[in-house]
């Protein structure tokens, strides 16, 4: 068991509980816990994608497999003449399908195994093949070879094994039943495809327009050096002067706070009011300078001034802030926020220092700390990150012999806010290329196999007069048709699913008809592709050949 402590209200509430270890990675309730906090979102999400494309697949090959029985009738009648039994029969395509499936799931745990580490990179997990040996997954596979092989096997082992053998010679078993559950499952891969389709543009979607939403400061060609240690932290204002000579260094200052990264959380009230409830806060600690370098937009007011004796009892809001306390004309009010009253110099216009995907809340910058743990840089165009870290080490070597140079770059510390939705993004992409290629082989088959029943009426359409355009619309028509079934089922599914995964976003993109039509024209476009060179051979085929065709 593992003790955690939450705060609820600043200064006032502690909620102690105690969890099971194995509950705290995804399950856990705590603000703050052991090691990083999984997403269980994430695990259903690739729980979802992997059961829809396992469900393609195992539906695809007992589609072929039921198609290709049928067309055996002959043979089943000539084993019945020669003696066989229901029995014999069923035992002889089960064996079949079993070989099928056996070498299928051997070659496919295989490439698993070696795409092992490729997977991992895409989901951004570290996954051990140790996990092909687990007892859920062994018991898992054997669950799915036996679903599999009685599924492909059932329909002629059962149905078409039991009727006598004039009526399998003479072709007279109804089939009607097998027709619509080929189509059935045709269109419901169709289904599968257009909604993974439709929720991949969602995504990038969304996520490009988090990108285009303005961060409210410029992070661009600003290196961030942490791990200051007090030698060279004392000596702040020389290593700023020394910085700033450097060519191509525009800017230098430091805080305690990596914009963009965490924050402190305080409480604070408005001096002089009747309530001295504490109000949740965020805090950054910065120095003199920092406001400029990051190119806040000061809205009202003043930043931090150099050498300014009064700066440890100033504060600076941003709008969020203001509306939060109640301030009517911020400057020159007064706030606590610690011990003693703190006078508002400014007011900065709301900046993303969380994430564009939420909400900006409210946050007080503070500059009542002398010694920084970060020092920020800013560079001009003409300096690339390589040689702004050379530039830079032989500085604070001068200050510290010994300093080890650790960056990071503001850039990339916000790009790094987008790297939920990045991840997201990779696994669906990849999940509706496999579903895509998976429902087109199956479709590509099936359309083959109609064509080939087809064969002799084409030909009696060729010599009755039928153009070849004709004929290929005419055997591409059921393609259409699948397709506007699959469409009225998907569209709504692909919005619902859209809407409901946007509902975790403060800031979110509306679902437009556009974005459910192109899924559902990039599916026809490429089912036509598939079945269109069939058709087409079909349609300029000697109708001489088609008539003797059997």
Known sequence: MVIFTVISNFGTDFDAFTEPLVRIHLYSKAS????????????????????LILLLAITNFVNLFVVQGSSRSTEIGIRKTNGAGSREISRHFFGEAATVVMVSFVFGISVAFALLPAFSDLIQIHLEASLFFHPVFILGTIFLIIFTILLSAGYPAFYLSRFNTIEVLKK??????KKSFTNSIVIFQSVITIVLIAVLLIVNT???????????????????????????????????????KIPGVEMVSASQHMVGGGTSGQGIYRFGSDSKTYKSI??????????ELMEFKLLTGNFFREADPGNKKYVVLNEEAVKMLGLQNPIGEKVVM?????????????????????KIQPIALTCYRDYPQLIYIRFNETINKAKAAQLVLPVFRQFDPDFLLNTNWSDVIYDAKFNGEKTLSRIIFTSTMLSLLVALLGLFAIHSFS???????????KVAGSSTWEVV????????????????????????????????????????LLLLLIPLIIHTIVALLATFTISYRAATRNPVEALRYE
């Open 32 to 51: 703050y816990g052991l090691g990083a906090q999984g997403s269980l979102q994430t695990v259903f999400l690739l729980i979802g994608l992997a059961l």
């Open 172 to 177: 007279t078993i109804p089939n009607s039943s």
């Open 206 to 244: 969304q996520s490009n327009y988090l990108k285009s939403i303005p961060a409210g400061f410029n992070p661009k060609n600003v290196m961030v050096i942490s791990q200051m240690n007090n030698q060279v932290s004392k000596q702040y204002d020389a290593l700023r002067q020394n910085l700033q």
């Open 282 to 291: 965020n805090e950054y600690r910065v120095l003199p300078g920092l406001c």
């Open 338 to 358: 610690f011990e003693d009253p703190m006078e508002v110099i400014g007011v900065v216009k709301d900046f993303y220092y969380n994430t564009p995907a939420q």
């Open 451 to 461: 064509i080939s029943r087809r064969i002799k009426e084409v030909g009696i359409r």
């Open 473 to 512: 619309v005419l055997l591409s028509g059921n393609v259409f048709t699948r397709i506007a079934i699959a469409a009225a089922v998907a569209l709504p599914v692909a919005w619902l699913i859209g809407q409901r995964w946007l509902e975790g976003y403060s800031n979110r993109i509306q679902i437009g």
